[in-house]
């Protein structure tokens, strides 16, 4: 079993919409918690880190529930240029440096 | 904006032959990582570095990967000799110590195919 989950989609959905993504880690004493964006062929990039009590960028709402083990990603009044790959990122068991990627959830978004 | 900075971008080579992938950390970050990216497996942790030591090269098939740094500018991946199933991108990470709380950044990768 993959020690980050997420669903890889794709969510397809249309400008200004609301959408949610989740993740399931299985290390339960992760400390480090991110969302990573990567466009086609790019690296990946730091969207936002995760903090316990939630924590919003802007447009973009992270939440973290350490009892379900469980990371989420919202998004709201989507822009075209959302359209990306997004990463759940939790630092790997037994490191407290190196991190562990989730294969990511695709993202597009319709004019 | 500071960049980590990686060469070459694209590689394409024969089974068989040796590769090297170069990596320019972050002036004044002291960790490094290489990662892996295929569409099957998504970002695999081939080895990481702080303050250039090895920490973990756990991730790396040994009997042909090696990581080296051999100063707190160049990280080294090699691949000798190389197979198709190596074909991937490759990514570079540096981070400061506390890069763990407040993530790495990633260089722009070498896309290697193994004919």
């Known amino acids: 079993r993959k020690e980050v989950e997420q669903d890889p989609g794709p969510f397809n959905v249309p400008e200004g919409a609301t959408v949610a993504f989740n993740c399931t880690y299985s290390?339960?004493?992760?400390?480090?918690f991110f969302w990573y964006r990567q466009d086609c062929r790019k690296e990946p990039k730091l969207l936002m880190s995760v903090y316990s009590s939630g924590n919003e960028d802007g447009r973009f709402t992270a939440q973290l529930n350490r009892a379900s083990q469980y990371i989420s990603l919202l998004i709201r009044d989507s822009k075209l240029s959302d359209s990306a790959t997004y990463l759940c990122v939790v630092n790997m068991e037994n490191s407290g440096y190196a991190l562990n990627f989730g294969k990511g959830t695709s993202l597009l978004v319709t004019p | 904006d500071a960049r980590v900075t990686q060469t070459p971008r694209d590689k394409v080579t024969e089974m068989g032959q040796e590769v090297t992938m170069r990596c320019q950390p972050i002036l004044g970050h002291n960790t490094v990582f290489w990662y892996r990216q295929t569409m099957m497996q998504g970002l695999e942790l081939l080895a990481y570095f702080r303050n250039r030591a090895p920490l973990d090269d756990s991730g790396m098939p040994k009997d042909r990967f090696s990581a080296e740094m051999p100063d707190a500018t160049l990280a080294t991946l090699k691949i000798q000799p190389s197979e198709p199933r190596d074909s991937a991108v490759y990514f570079c990470a540096s981070g400061s110590g506390d890069g763990a709380n407040y993530g790495y950044t990633f260089g722009s990768g070498t896309r290697l195919t193994v004919v």
């Open positions: 290390n339960s004493a992760s400390q480090s």
